[in-house]
């Protein structure tokens, strides 16, 4: 809970501003601990999903799930990167805005509504 500095009241976790006297809230040190995001199949689509966070404001942090296990190994594909998962952490104070990003690429299929079928910037066929 977030103390109102103002009015004293205690305050949702995920509130900006007191719900009883509208005063600004600072945030909390839990606010900016690393949460775990999504698990990408492949170093690929964790590239993706970076870009698509950092480009909108959002610091990311990776890490492979099995990493230091004994035994554990990655193998590389030269067109996907290494393969094997990689966790995506961001802030706890970013999450929302993180998972808002996603559903909204997830619901556009990633593609373009200008885009024809012989992708993006082509000529039409004559």
């Known amino acids: 809970m977030k103390i109102c500095p103002k009015c004293g009241r205690e305050n949702p976790n995920d509130a900006e501003y007191c719900i009883y006297c509208g005063a600004k809230l600072e945030p909390t040190e839990k606010d900016f601990e690393w949460v775990k995001l999504l698990t990408a199949q492949n170093q690929f689509e964790a590239d993706v999903v970076i870009n698509l966070l950092e480009s909108n404001g959002i610091h990311t942090?990776?890490?492979r799930p099995n990493a230091g296990v004994t035994g554990y190994?990655?193998?590389?594909?030269?067109?996907?990167?290494?393969?094997?998962?990689?966790?995506?952490?961001?802030?706890?104070?970013?999450?929302?805005?993180a998972i808002e990003l996603l559903k909204a690429e997830e619901e556009s299929n990633g593609t373009n509504e200008d885009d024809d079928e012989r992708g993006e910037g082509l000529p039409p066929k004559e």
């Open 73 to 97: 190994y990655m193998l590389a594909n030269p067109l996907m990167g290494s393969t094997g998962a990689w966790d995506i952490f961001v802030m706890r104070v970013d999450l929302p805005k």
């Open 61 to 63: 942090m990776t890490k």
